[in-house]
């Protein structure tokens, strides 16, 4: 991925120089709106445009920050470019390169959830949903299949996974205690057998050490602002709590525990913190709570939502904030719907996003203890095993009620299709998005768009 400098050739090179604010700027903004793919081709556009073109960082460190970010909740894409942009222009740097990263795909969504909401009943657009829920059901099956391969590699993380698949789906264990059992049985099996435990999924291996602009910067010791201080975290905790959860305890004061503003801010905050492994582990347990708990969403509404994020640059988890639209909108009191959906968006977005600004500049200075803790290692890799195992459940889920038309509950949560109100045609659509996606490895984009095309044929000639 990095061009090699032969040996006695190094000297002809000339150095990577660390970019002005202003250039930093217009490169956050172009890949805000290109980070298309989800995290995997956002950290790829990023690798591709910060360390191979413009070397302002070297390869190593980019890992390294990238396992630091895979360690925290939320989107680790995101987080890792607010980690790059700290690293170069200190806090101004990082929350312009997060809020950049952010903003172009929020506005997208905030666009397609009020045309959702306004125009959702008309036949042509019900065509369009029709379609490409069959491909959001295959996208998430893919992604079991992805994350699977890399997660479990022995028997012990395969144990797990399941453990975590009947957990939330026959016990309906909730999401967070989950990651949390995941993580302290990793911990302490890294302790008893830690060849079973350990391993991380963004290895340094042979990759070439080539150093960016970054690198020299730490070599000449001119980031005298990454070193942790004895009031670094104290400071950092009093300043960015109040930022997070400051507007949602002005929520809760001015409307009253039981409104939806303050469900919406109590709720997303909560996500926030267990969102490890994801958008698609943590919406396996959003979609239950917001269908069944607070009937905010119908289900097909919440694999909907997932295809309009799909189509959108950004983080995944922006259909979140898809979720706190049509919960305020059709809750708003005596606001008016589109209002009141688009303050239901924007708390969502901030209680979903401040906190990955809050771990970042929190535990930025500290990365280099986390380097080599094969505890935290084992941690990590006992969670991503568990988020198969919930991702399973989303997928399971999201069959359920985009192929069947009745579903049936068996207790705690756990519900089965009544096979008799099977609908053959979302059922063969499903079957040809998960070949274009499986077998024929087709991009996502065009399998979602073929299978809305397709949605609209199929249900025209189905009368």
């Known amino acids: 991925m990095s061009v090699l400098v032969p040996e006695g050739e190094a000297e002809s090179v000339e150095a990577p120089v660390a970019p002005t604010f202003a250039e930093a700027v217009k490169v956050w903004a172009k890949i805000g709106l290109l980070s298309f793919g989800g995290p995997a081709g956002q950290i790829a556009l990023m690798h591709k445009e910060l360390v191979e073109e413009r070397r302002w960082i070297g390869e190593q460190r980019f890992l390294h920050a990238l396992n630091y970010c895979m360690l925290l909740p939320g989107p680790e894409a995101q987080q890792l470019a607010i980690y790059i942009g700290w ?8 929350l312009v390169a997060g809020i950049l990263f952010v903003v172009p795909g929020a506005l997208v ?27 959001v059901l295959a996208i998430v099956i893919e992604a079991v299949i992805r994350i699977g391969r890399r997660a ?14 009947i957990a939330i789906y026959a016990l309906n264990v909730p999401f967070p205690l989950i990651i949390l ?10 302790r008893i057998a830690p060849g079973l435990f350990s391993g991380s999924a963004h290895g340094k291996g042979d990759v070439a050490d080539i150093k960016g602009a970054v690198d020299l910067m730490f070599e000449r010791g001119e980031l005298t602002h990454v070193k942790p201080t004895t009031w670094h975290a104290p400071r950092t905790v009093a300043i960015w709590l109040p930022i997070w959860l400051g507007p949602v305890l002005v929520v809760w004061w001015f409307t009253g525990s039981a409104s939806v503003w303050t469900e919406i801010g109590r709720f997303f905050s909560l996500m926030a913190v267990v969102t490890f492994g ?6 396996a347990y959003v979609a239950q709570a917001a269908v069944q708990s607070f009937g905010w969403l119908a289900p097909g509404e919440m694999v909907d939502g ?25 809750h708003s009191g005596s606001l008016h719907p589109l209002l009141a959906g688009s303050l239901g968006a924007l708390l969502t977005l901030w209680v979903t996003f401040t906190p990955c ?13 986390l380097r080599g803790n094969k505890a935290l290692s084992a941690a990590l890799g006992a969670i991503t095993a568990a988020v198969v195992g919930v991702i399973m459940n989303l997928a399971l889920w999201f069959a359920l009620h985009v192929i069947f038309r009745e579903v049936r509950n068996m207790g705690l949560g756990m519900n089965v299709p009544v096979f008799s109100s099977i609908d053959w045609r979302a059922a063969l659509l499903s079957g040809a998005a998960m070949i274009a996606i499986l077998k024929l490895k087709v991009g996502m984009l065009p399998t979602l768009a073929g299978s809305a095309l397709a949605g609209v044929l199929l249900l025209a000639a189905s009368g």
């Open 152 to 165: 479990l590699k022995n028997p012990v993380m395969v144990s797990i996974a399941v453990a975590a698949f």
């Open 278 to 283: 994801g958008a698609y582990a943590v919406l």
């Open 306 to 330: 997932l295809g309009l994020a799909e189509t959108t640059p950004g983080p995944l988890i922006l259909v979140l904030q898809f979720v706190g639209f049509i919960a305020a909108f059709r």
């Open 357 to 369: 600004f809050f771990w970042i500049f929190l535990g930025g200075p500290y990365i280099e203890a």
């Open 181 to 190: 059992l995941a993580g302290l049985t990793g911990w302490l099996g890294d």
């Open 87 to 94: 690293l170069l222009h200190r806090t101004i740097g990082g």
């Open 109 to 135: 969504m905030l666009i397609l959830s009020s045309l959702y909401m306004l125009y959702g009943d008309v036949p042509l657009v019900e065509a369009l949903f029709f379609g490409v829920k069959a491909a």
